[in-house]
């Protein structure tokens, strides 16, 4: 599970299905990126961290790795 965006999610006050389909995304897929089934290409990374008023580095940890690698 990713921690950091599970938390960042719980703190926008929005239930996960609110923000997927701020994403429109389906429900299931966020749902599969939280908890790390799924693996999210950068460009949707990009979009929950903006949804979310956040750095993708900030909630998507392997992101920096990969910037700085």
């Known amino acids: 599970m990713n921690i950091k965006l599970k ?10 299905i609110a923000i997927a ?3 429109e995304i389906p429900e299931p897929l966020l749902s599969k ?9 950068p460009e949707l990374k990009n ?9 993708a580095e900030e909630i998507f940890p392997q992101m920096e790795r990969a910037s700085n690698g």
Not at 47 to 55: N, V, W, Y
């Open 21 to 23: 389909r701020e994403l």
């Open 33 to 41: 990126v939280v908890n790390g089934w799924v693996e999210a290409k």
């Open 7 to 16: 938390t960042k999610i719980l703190e926008s006050g929005k239930p996960q």
């Open 47 to 55: 979009r929950i961290a903006q949804a979310l008023r956040c750095k």
